[in-house]
Structures are given as C-alpha cells and as structure tokens.
T-cell receptor, first 118, second 113 residues
Framework: NAGVMQNPRHLVRRRGQEARLRCSPM?????VYWYRQLPEEGLKFMVY????????ESGMPKERFSAEFPKEGPSILRIQQVVRGDSAAYFC????????????????FGSGTQLSVL | AQSVTQLGSHVSVSEGALVLLRCNYS??????LFWYVQYPNQGLQLLLK??????LVKGINGFEAEFKKSETSFHLTKPSAHMSDAAEYFC???????????FGTGTRLKVLA
C-alpha cells in the first residue's frame, strides 16, 4: 500500500520560472493538504483541498501560488514567477476523513519536495 | 494563536541511553498535540498524539509523551535509544476542531554507538 507520493523530490528553478509540485494521496484518500517549511522554521499550513474543490486556502500567499486537485490525477501546487524566498520544502498530506480536526483525525505525509530557486 | 517551540535542533544520545526531546506549546484553546518522525528519504510518520483523556500517551517504537498543562509541555521520551531511532522529530499543535497543524522547527536525533 503506497503512501503519499510527491514528485519531484528536488526541483531547481531560476527566478521567474514556474514550479509545479505533484502529490498523489494514499489510495482511498480524497482530502489533501499542502504545507511549506521555510528554512529554520516549522511546517506551516497552506491549503486544504478535496476533489475538485478548494476548502481552505487561508495559508496560501495571495499572489503567484495556486493549487488544484482534479477529479483524475494528482494534486498540483503551482508557483508562478518563483523568487528566492520560495525556496523551501513543500509537504503534502492526505487523510481519509474530512479535515475537521477530530480525535480520529490522522494525516499521512509525503516525503516532501525541496524547491531551490537560483 | 498557537505556536510550538522545540528546544535543541540537534540532540545526540548514546545507544541505550534515555531519549528526551523537548516541546513547549502555546494555545488559547485546548490543544491537540502530536509528535511526528521523519526518517531519511521518507514522509512524516505519526508517533503519537494527545487529544483528551490520559495525559501520558504511548506511541509506536517505545516512545511516549506526557501532556503537562501547567508547564505547557509535551516532551517526548524513550527509555533506551536504538540506532534505528536516528531521525528528525517534529512536535505539532492543533486547536481542537481544526486541521491547521502548527509544527515546531524539528529536532534531529543522533544515536551514537
């Protein structure tokens, strides 16, 4: 039973290019969460998606960042016109239950994508 | 608002020695508290969590943590370290009823032979 799969593992982009990060949730999970870990900081929530719906994007930067989780295929985190400050580890998590923070809630995390902007 | 502080970004212990990883939190509402572990080239894996009830929580691989409200702490311990425990450990807090976990900066545990 494969876990949460993220690719690529490492991504290098030059300033101004676009970055696309992919996340395939665990089998049977339809709830996906993206977190970002900036250098010397803890992981921070960015966005919560269900199939074809953005449920909560309160942690997403207002510009250049977008996320989707189509009916078919992986969830995509897209960063347009990357800047050096976007360099970070981006983690995806999935859960089988709606993200309500209940006592049975459990998030399964991927191994992350390390984005480096030159 | 919630926050998490992990004291010590790197901790080294000898094999067989006690493991103690410190975590202090701040929360204006009753918190849910978590410890996650990340082994090299793997995703974060849930070690244990505290939601309500018993304050001493037992997790996988012999780890346990105690929720101390008066000290706003949730330190992770293991009586005897094993080489396979070498990994990065993250403490996280979530206000009850939300999936917006707040993570600490992580503690990298090194186990010396």
């Amino acid at each position: 039973n494969a876990g949460v799969m993220q690719n690529p593992r490492h991504l290098v982009r030059r300033r101004g290019q676009e970055a696309r990060l992919r996340c395939s949730p665990m089998k049977g999970h339809s709830h996906v969460y993206w977190y970002r870990q900036l250098p010397e900081e803890g992981l921070k929530f960015m966005v919560y998606l269900q199939k074809e719906n953005i449920i909560d994007e309160s942690g997403m930067p207002k510009e250049r960042f977008s996320a989707e989780f189509p009916k078919e295929g992986p969830s995509i985190l897209r960063i347009q016109q990357v800047v050096r400050g976007d360099s970070a580890a981006y983690f995806c998590a999935s859960s089988p239950l709606p993200g309500q923070g209940g006592i049975n809630e459990k998030l399964f995390f991927g191994s992350g994508t390390q984005l480096s902007v030159l | 608002a919630q926050s998490v502080t992990q004291l010590g970004s790197h901790v080294s212990v000898s094999e067989g020695a006690l493991v103690l990883l410190r975590c202090n939190y701040s929360s204006s509402v009753p918190p849910y508290l978590f410890w996650y572990v990340q082994y090299p080239n793997q995703g974060l894996q849930l070690l244990l969590k505290y939601t309500t009830g018993a304050t001493l929580v037992k997790g996988i691989n012999g780890f346990e943590a105690e929720f101390k409200k008066s000290e706003t702490s949730f330190h992770l311990t293991k009586p005897s370290a094993h080489m396979s425990d070498a990994a990065e450990y993250f403490c996280a807090v979530s206000a009850s009823g939300t999936y917006k976990y707040i993570f600490g900066t992580g503690t990298r545990l090194k186990v010396l032979a």
